[in-house]
């Protein structure tokens, strides 16, 4: 049985799942329905009758549940593909088609998050509309190159894991 949003009961649920509100879900449900059609000229369900095979997801909300459990979660392509219900070339076909739609989707509602600045002074200044920044960094094991000056440039400071 795959994961659903309709089985979702409370809103501490639907924040941990999806980022958001039941209610926001929906409004956001809206205009990716809107984007999904104006991209590719169809609905979801004419994409569907001229298929072969039957659609994964068979809705425009079931499809966006999907892209914002698996942003959410973090979880692998394994555990998303498991927790849909699907292997994990589809889960990455899914993922991959579903977010250049909601891109879009978020860019055209003004909610896309700005990933590059040209200048620190530019960072600081787009921060300042904030109370609180919170950083979401996990830090990532690296191989090590053989130029010991490379080696220098790259060193944290943090000591070696305990094997």
């Not at 909601?102 to 002074?121: F, I, N, Q």
């Amino acid at each position: 049985m795959a994961l659903s949003y309709k089985s979702i009961r409370d809103d501490r649920t639907w924040r941990a799942t999806t980022g958001l509100n039941e209610v926001k879900f929906h409004q956001l449900v809206d205009r990716f329905k809107e984007t999904y059609e104006d991209v590719l000229g169809e609905s979801i369900d004419s994409r569907q009758q001229g298929a072969k095979d039957k659609s994964t997801f068979s809705t425009y909300a079931d499809l966006l549940f999907f892209l914002l459990y698996s942003i959410k979660t973090g979880a692998t392509y394994d555990v998303v593909a498991f927790s849909f219900d699907m292997d994990r070339a589809n889960a990455f076909r899914q993922q991959s088609f579903g977010m250049r739609i909601l891109r879009m989707t978020l860019a055209a509602t003004g909610d896309l998050p700005k990933r590059v600045y040209e200048s620190v002074e530019e960072f600081k200044r787009a921060m300042e509309e904030h109370e609180v920044l919170l950083l979401d960094a996990t830090e990532q094991r690296r191989q090590r190159t053989e130029n010991e000056q490379h080696q220098r440039e790259d060193y944290s400071g943090k000591k070696k894991p305990i094997r």
